[in-house]
């Protein structure tokens, strides 16, 4: 039988399929259910900064409101011992699922602030998080703010965390970098263990009848890979770092391209969430048999091995991949179909 | 003493001595007791322990007479028992009070003592419950200030369990209850010596059980019921000497000597006032001032009040006391006098001490009570021939029963600080205040005291913080009229009132003005600058505003008012204050987060150098100077006697300028301007489709709109808008205009919020959006003058079946006191915009009486033709029965009138009794029969003419509704509500359902939900909210509607038509978004529209009528659950908070909840699709 085992963050996984930063990973029972089913790592629901603070503020002006204003009603609410706010419930569970499973458990976190980020890696590192995931999620909505001048906040951020903690670091990286290769390498000097390839962004939808903007985040479909399975073949041998792929691997061939693209380990949620805990050993099943029935020896055999540096023809990484589908498009459908009225044209 | 005090009030230093002695708390929330229940559910919540090691059982009843019943079981039982009530709650629980006293069953109930409503409802203190109870057999224990109502509360239990006689302890309600003070608190250690384990096994021994059984309750025959009566006598014999027993040992556990009649002043004296309650504090100081002038005088403070013990008040009055004032704090028309009086009188006399003896009243309500007026007592008493019957702080210029008195007479010592504080409800400054007082009763030996007065009104309330520091012990039970700090926190008080009419010469004077320090003096009115000078007060200022917006914390300018007063007055170091104010920030808010500490660390960080000294001008040059409180249009009642209360100053009005029964006219809100919004609500006339959803869901009534013909305009200020109507009914030149009173509006954004149309080209641009007041105020208050004075569209020109046409209806409920963004009032409001020009409303106590009927003003208003909704509030707990009277008495006079009308025999008598009434044009044509009908009469001198005349009104249609929140309808007015629609007399009932007390600040009813914090629930409600509406529908007659505005407004619109037209009972429960439900109120109507969506609050209307046609009555409006309970709970605090405090709770309670909303879903669509087999009427045999 094939050997599933590898290493990620410096840590041995049992397999290279581990479970992304999902609802799935937000109770200690829920991560004993990922184990129990195979799953080789957890990544920890993120800790927005942004989100404690926001939750004081409220919970403050939630308390304020009407307060002190009239004889009779002088608070509306009982001042309870305790409103959990901060990072508390986060570093429970963090400790709940150490003291309940053997898998390595990542804790994901996202800050607004530098101090805020080196606080909470901290405590993260204190509660015993086997592996910190900086989840670098940002949308850099002002106009005056240079690719350049948010890369390098980038960087600083990451070295600070780097310098304040002792656990591995991954940083879990947007696809919307000029030069993400560059940007890759950057992050791996600045200290990253591990680099995670892409975050999936809450996309605003337009609701066209009620003129609303709507925050939707819908689960990932198993063509989004492709971009990730491309960038990390691109990246792989160019930096240190681990190499992980999450959006898009849904079953245990998705598996298969992200470990030969380079990646260390493939993360997995939405095929969870949509099919149950219970699809990872099903994947796990699959991956071991067409291991099996290729005759790998080990995971690790195949990791990089259609890497940009591995393929006889790099071409289809570079610019001629786009030129080649689009011919091949022309090719197979001919002229092209338009609505209705647009007659025909050709690309 | 530091750090040993306690910085408390009165209500929790009495609350955490009951709950550490008992074992079964029975509660329900009253102002100003319901702090005292609050405190026991927390303490319960939080696990705390009595001193015997257990958590006391506490439970919330459904009103004061079901805790007073459960109280009496529970004593029955064996267990030590309280409960705390004040008012009309007391008096709930009389019968129950003379069983438990009957019986000898050692208990303790703690009153924070408030009036009972008589002409008027008030929240406030006085004796006048308490003397209620005097005949029951309750002993009565009188503390008179916050250190004495931890005290007595011990004292009362020690005395009760030995006695066997149960106490009724009290203390002045808000003056002692709501006092804060620094108290030297009692240990549990304190309470173990005091009270006598040995007593609590005799109580435990006498319990119901069947291990030994025994009958009690009784009925009795005359053979042996008065003999059974007087069987008990030797307890109450022994009571005072027990509870003087108790008091000994108490002072020489804690220090603190107490008497049952304690006496203080000259040994020698001549006059000697007799009194009970905090007055005692501002008699005590008095005396002692006067006798510094060597004035032979005293006071005599009465503790235990029942049973009187007459020998020992006979030794504590001086023998030298040749003549007594006795005050008593309540009132008993037709009496001899009031009760202590009564009893003083009776104790001389027995005792054959005769000195002469006057009885006075005084701090009803709690009226003012200072050394001035006790100084004209002790006056009075020095008189010849003194003035008996009398009152005091009061100018009776009718009876002339009044005592003249010099308000410049002051006893305020010198070394004491005196702080006065003007704040705007939401800026925090009470609790700022509060924490000060925290900090120097910590940080010094200083004694401290805080007081706080608030408004009548929910949104954009003030308030004014009374704070003492003092080298002495504080007995001023007053407020300060003489200051020598003050502090006004918003700029626009100063041109609103006299802010510095307290302050002293040479006091410091400190405002919050968006103003620096070279340019405020200009932006003074006159009257303010020449008070600055004339008093020669130091000036600072701040812009608070802008610093708490720099440090993120809105428009709360607590913190950074706070750290002013600290470095102005010098109450403490400057470092350490500072360090002290940060302490208390992270003890305040720390357990809500780093980021609400930090904000507020920031605001302390950057105050101080925005605080600055002005350089006062030479003159008062102002140009401008306070505003008239009403306008001078406005009628006389109300510029001379509203606008005197409005004004500040209702202390100075005589008896003579007040109705002599309670009666108030209509109409009087909107000469109440109270200007408190900074942004209005602007409309685009070109992008707006005239709906009608933003007139609708106007909490203030301050957005209107109205149909006019073109030619109607011609006059119009040039910035007046209007737009060509969209209406069916209305020809080419008619114009739809919809305009806002910026002096009224409150800036909620309801109205913004609902709009529903969107600029195509810019989708944040609506047809009504907000924009800054202050520019716009001038000309907007012109056009509402100008819109107020077109004539109101006809309301038989539109059918009333739209939110559209509904509109233009004029609104008889306007610019109430209701908090900001309420969800109750645009319910009232559309109701007196379909009926109320012939409406009667019996209003429940609550959130709704209270913005419906607290002076100075009222919302209820009327038309031009002079009618609109007579309004009446009863009580909290008879409300259904009171409406029912009402309707009782509208039909018996609508048959009595009839019935004289059909002797007429004349044509105008047949349209008269066969007029249908159905629609608007129907009534208007009865109406005009009616006026023809007076006019027949009025030549007519026989009896049969002249009843006729006197009830030929209610030959028009009248609309009865009974109005209250779901703290009456779900709980303590169930009963009477039951019977009302079961009655089947044409009734309406209006619930305002919030799902808590809203009123007395969110306490747990029988209708909130499921998983929800709130008072009395510390821990999250256990059990679902209870389905009112399907209870009255089990009653197959009673039409019910349940209704959320924001989920679906034309069937709230349609509900109360059909509701109104339908002949027999009819409720319509309706969502009532609220500021206990903690969140932004602007988003009420999309979490109404969300508790709709999720199944939570399905919209449904029962009508018997349909079943007539061979229909289902049950009619389900809304559609399945679209959305998760949690998508709509977790929106609100309410949820949340638990939430975040007990997560796994709140989550096994979410699930449960939702489970509830599946269940209801499935009971109610099978019942809506239920098929009704046949028509009513064809039952066979």
Same mark, same amino acid.
Not at chain 2, 78 to 101: D, E, R
Not at chain 2, 1165 to 1175: D, F, I, Q, V
């Given at each position: ?233 691109? &990246?792989?041998? *160019?930096?240190? /770092? ?5 959006? !898009?691997?849904? +079953?245990? @061939?998705? =598996? ?34 067409? &291991?099996?029935? *290729?005759?790998? /020896? ?5 990791? !990089?091995?259609? +890497?940009? @540096?591995? =393929? ?36 | ?1181």
């Amino acid at each position: 039988m094939s050997d599933l085992t590898t290493r990620y963050l410096g840590l041995t996984l049992t397999s290279p399929l581990v479970a992304s930063s999902s609802p799935l990973g937000d109770s200690v029972e829920s991560i004993v259910r990922l184990e129990d089913h195979g799953i080789a790592a957890v990544v920890l629901p993120s800790l927005f900064e942004e989100q404690i603070e926001l939750e004081s503020m409220s919970v403050d002006d939630d308390l304020a409101r009407g307060a002190d204003s009239f004889a009779e009603s002088l608070s509306f609410f009982p001042d309870l011992k305790d409103y959990n706010i901060g990072p508390d419930r986060y570093l429970e569970l963090i400790r709940g699922a150490k003291a309940r499973v053997e898998i390595p458990v990542i804790a994901s976190l996202n800050g607004v602030s530098g101090g805020g980020w080196i606080r909470y890696a901290r405590l993260m590192e204190e509660a015993g998080a086997d592996a910190i995931e900086l989840n670098l999620y940002e949308i850099a909505t002002d106009p005056a703010i240079s690719g350049a001048a948010v890369e390098q906040g980038l960087l600083d951020l990451v070295a600070s965390v780097r310098q304040s903690v002792r656990i591995p670091l991954a940083v879990k990286l947007s696809p919307f970098f000029s030069a993400p290769a560059n940007m890759g390498r950057r992050l791996d000097h600045a200290g990253a263990d591990a680099l995670v390839l892409f975050n999936r962004f809450y996309q605003p939808d337009l609701a066209i009848e009620d003129q609303d903007v709507v925050s939707t985040l819908v689960l990932s479909r198993p063509e989004e890979l492709l971009l990730r399975l491309h960038w990390t073949a691109i &990246l792989f041998g *160019h930096v240190g /770092a681990d190499l992980a792929i999450t959006g !898009g691997v849904h +079953s245990a @061939r998705d =598996v298969v391209k992200c470990v030969m693209a380079g990646a260390r380990v493939a993360f997995m949620a939405s095929a969870l969430l949509q099919n149950g805990v219970e699809h990872a050993g099903v994947v796990l099943a699959d991956l071991r048999r067409w &291991l099996d029935a *290729h005759e790998y /020896a080990s995971i690790g055999q195949m990791c !990089g091995s259609m +890497s940009y @540096r591995s =393929v006889p023809d790099t071409s289809a990484y570079e610019r001629g991949n786009y030129m080649k589908v689009l011919s091949s498009y022309v090719l197979k459908g001919g002229p092209v179909a338009g609505p209705p009225g647009m007659g025909h044209r050709r690309i | 003493m530091t750090g040993t005090r306690a910085i408390v009030d009165g209500n929790e230093a009495a609350a955490s001595v009951a709950y550490r002695l008992n074992e079964v708390i029975a509660i329900y929330p009253i102002t100003p007791s319901s702090t005292m229940g609050e405190w026991a559910d927390q303490w319960n919540a939080e696990g705390a322990a009595n001193i015997w090691g257990s958590v006391p059982e506490v439970m919330e009843m459904q009103s004061e007479g079901g805790a007073a019943g459960a109280l009496h079981g529970a004593l029955q039982a064996g267990a030590l028992a309280t409960t705390f009530t004040a008012s009309q709650g007391l008096l709930l629980m009389i019968p129950n009070l003379y069983k438990i006293a009957g019986e000898l069953t050692a208990s303790v109930i703690h009153v924070a003592a408030r009036t009972v409503a008589t002409h008027a409802l008030s929240i406030f203190g006085d004796h006048s419950d308490v003397m209620a109870t005097r005949a029951t057999g309750f002993a009565l224990l009188s503390a008179d200030s916050v250190q004495e109502a931890g005290d007595f509360a011990l004292i009362a239990q020690a005395a009760a369990l030995e006695s066997r006689v149960p106490f009724l302890h009290f203390f002045d309600g808000f003056r002692t209850s709501h006092e804060v003070n620094a108290i030297m608190p009692l240990s549990d250690d304190d309470l173990r010596a005091v009270i006598d384990d040995r007593f609590v096994g005799q109580h435990r021994g006498r319990a119901l059980t069947p291990d030994r059984p025994v009958l009690r309750g009784t009925a009795q025959n005359p053979d042996v019921f008065f003999q059974a009566r007087e069987a008990g006598n030797s307890y109450y014999i022994a009571c005072p000497t027990i509870v003087q027993t108790v008091m000994d040992r108490f002072a020489d556990r804690t220090g603190r000597r107490y008497r049952l009649f304690d006496y203080v002043g000259a040994p020698d004296a001549e006059r000697v006032v007799v009194l009970m309650g905090s007055a005692a504090g501002a008699a005590e100081e008095t005396v002692e001032a006067l006798r510094r002038r060597g004035e032979k005088i005293g006071v005599l403070k009465v503790r235990l009040y029942r049973p009187f013990a007459a020998a020992q008040f006979l030794a504590a009055l001086p023998e030298t006391a040749t003549s007594v004032a006795v005050l008593d704090r309540t009132k008993e028309p037709g009496s001899l006098g009031e009760p202590l009086y009564q009893d003083v009188v009776t104790a001389l006399w027995e005792g054959r001490r005769f000195p002469r003896v006057i009885g006075g009243r005084y701090g009803l309500a709690s009226k003012e009570f200072t050394p001035a007026m006790v100084k004209a007592v002790f006056d009075e008493l020095g008189k010849a021939n003194p003035k008996n019957h009398f009152t005091v702080g009061i100018n009776d210029d009718v009876t002339h029963t009044s005592l003249d008195f010099d308000p410049a007479f002051s006893t305020e010592p010198a070394e004491t600080v005196r702080a006065l504080f003007y704040g705007l409800g939401s800026d925090g400054t009470v609790g700022a205040n509060k924490n000060s007082i925290k900090i120097i009763g910590k940080q010094t030996d200083r004694h401290v005291q805080g007081y706080f007065v608030y408004d009548s009104k929910k949104s954009g309330s003030m308030t004014v913080s009374h704070l003492r520091f003092g080298p002495d012990p504080i007995r001023s039970t007053y407020l300060i009229s003489q200051a020598n700090f003050v502090a006004c926190h918003q700029f626009q008080f100063l041109s609103r009132i006299d802010v510095l009419a307290a302050a002293e010469t040479g006091a410091t004077f400190l405002l919050n003005a968006p103003y620096g320090p070279d340019e405020v003096w200009r932006h003074l009115p006159r009257s303010v600058q020449e008070t600055i000078l004339r008093k020669r007060l130091r000036f600072f200022v701040i812009d608070g505003l802008a610093v708490a917006l720099e440090a993120g914390m809105g428009k709360r300018i607590n913190t950074i008012m706070q750290v002013c007063f600290f470095a102005i007055s010098g109450v403490l170091p400057r470092e350490a204050a500072i360090t002290a104010i940060k302490q208390s920030i992270a003890d305040t808010y720390g357990k809500r987060g780093s980021a609400a500490v930090e904000k507020n660390f920031a605001a302390v960080d950057r105050t101080l150098a925005r605080l600055y000294e002005v350089k006062v001008g030479t003159q008062a040059d102002a140009g401008f100077d306070v505003l008239p409180a009403v306008a001078a249009t406005a009628p006389a009642f109300v510029r001379e006697v509203l606008g005197t209360a409005i004004a500040g100053l209702g202390d100075r009005l005589p008896v003579s300028a007040m109705p002599i029964d309670g009666t108030f006219p209509t109409g009087t809100s909107k000469w109440e301007k109270r200007n408190i919004t900074q942004q209005i609500p602007v409309w685009d006339h070109d992008l707006c489709i005239q709906c009608g959803k933003c007139v609708l869901v106007c909490p203030h009534a301050v957005i209107r709109a109205g149909l006019i013909d073109q030619a109607a305009l011609v006059e119009a200020p040039a910035t007046f808008k209007s737009a060509k109507a969209r209406f069916r009914e209305t020809d080419a030149s008619a114009r739809y205009m919809l305009q806002v009173s910026p002096d009224d509006c409150t800036g909620c954004t309801l109205c913004v919020e609902i709009c529903p149309v969107k600029s195509k080209s810019e989708a944040k641009h609506k047809a009504l959006n907000m924009a800054a007041q202050a520019p716009l105020r001038a000309a907007e208050t012109a056009n509402w003058d100008f819109f107020q004075s077109l004539p109101a569209f006809g309301r038989d020109g539109l059918v009333h079946d739209t939110v559209k046409n509904v509109q233009v209806l004029e609104p008889l409920f306007e610019f109430s006191g209701a908090c900001s963004g309420c969800g109750e009032t645009p319910y009232i409001k559309l109701l007196t915009q379909l009926f109320g020009d012939r409406l009667l409303v019996a209003n429940a106590t609550g959130c709704s009486s209270i913005y419906g009927g607290n002076l100075p003003t009222t919302p209820y208003t009327t038309n031009a033709q002079g009618r609109g909704p007579a309004w009446s509030n009863s009580l909290f707990e008879d409300n259904a029965e009171f409406g029912l009277g009402m309707r009782l008495a509208v039909d018996k006079q609508n048959q009595y009138a009839r019935e004289l009308v059909a002797r007429l025999g004349d044509d105008l008598a047949a349209g008269l009794l066969q007029a249908d009434q159905s629609t608007e044009a129907g009534i208007e044509a009865q109406r005009e029969r009616v006026a023809a009908l007076k006019v027949k009469l009025a030549g007519i001198d026989s009896a049969e003419a002249v009843a006729l005349r006197s009830v030929a009104d209610t030959l028009v249609r009248k609309s009865v509704w009974l109005i209250g929140g779901d703290g009456w309808a779900y709980d303590i007015g169930a009963g009477g509500l039951d019977h009302v629609l079961g009655s089947g007399r044409n009734i309406n009932v209006l619930v305002l359902d919030t799902e808590v007390y809203s009123n007395t600040g969110g306490q747990m009813s029988k209708s909130t939900p499921r998983g929800a914090v709130a008072k009395f629930a510390t821990g999250g409600k256990h059990t679902a909210k209870k389905d009112l509406a399907m209870e009255a529908i089990s009653y197959g007659s009673v039409y019910v509607a349940r209704v959320a505005m924001g989920g679906n407004d034309i069937h709230t619109l349609a509900a109360l038509r059909e509701a109104e037209s339908y002949e027999g009972p009819s409720l319509v429960i309706a969502y009532s978004h609220c500021i206990a439900h903690g969140y932004d109120l602007s988003f009420g109507l999309a979490q109404q529209k969300a508790a709709v969506q999720s199944g939570y609050w399905p919209l449904l209307r029962y009508d018997p009528r349909r079943r007539h046609d061979g229909k289902n009555p049950f009619q389900l409006d809304s559609a399945p659950p679209s959305i998760r309970f949690r998508d709509y709970a977790y929106q609100e605090a309410r949820y949340t908070m638990l939430a975040r405090s007990n997560p796994d709770v709140a989550q096994a309670l979410l699930v449960e909840a939702q489970a509830d909303v599946d269940r209801n879903w499935r009971v109610y669509s099978s019942r809506a699709a239920m098929a009704e087999p046949e028509k009513a009427g064809s039952e066979k045999a």
